[in-house]
């Protein structure tokens, strides 16, 4: 298996960025709580994915994130080799409680009882097969093949 580095780096990148921000920080407010001196810029290219970092920074990350590192690498290794099992649809708990679309309220407050449920540093993520897409779709009054397509946009390009 090719391990393709600069795609790796992205979503990583992409995940600490994302559980900066479901905390409502900002990186000086991330940088604040880390254990050594990175500069802002560091952080940032970490973010974007321009610049690699050492297990020990992201460990460093990690932690003052609040989250295992290990749940942080296990998700970027999902997204980057598609370990969803086969036949489910990968999705993003607090994606879709941000999503203000006024068709998937049932979804969104379906999500925020399960987030609520969460075990702290769990990922919002769940795994839902094809009967439980077509419950949803019910649900929120879509075809099945419409709410994937609209689950699959909020993966991709964050809640509307």
Known sequence: MQIDTAAYQ???GDELR???KQRG?????LNRRL??????QTL?????GTRQCSVVRLVEICVALGVPAHQVLARVHERVFGDTPAGHLS????????DTRPQLMPLRRWAQGRLAHLVPGQPPE???DLPALEYMAQLCQLSTVDLIRTLRELDHHGPR
Not at 25 to 29: G, H, I, P, Q, V
Not at 91 to 98: E, G, K, N, S
Request: hydrophobic content about 50%; overall charge neutral; aromatic content about 6%.
């Open 35 to 40: 254990q050594s001196d990175i500069s802002l």
């Open 25 to 29: 920080w900002t990186r000086k407010e």
């Open 126 to 128: 769940v795994h839902l």
């Open 91 to 98: 999705v993003d708990l607090a994606t879709v409680v941000a």
């Open 44 to 48: 940032a290219t970490y973010e974007l």
């Open 18 to 20: 994302s559980l900066r």
């Open 10 to 12: 992205r979503v990583l």
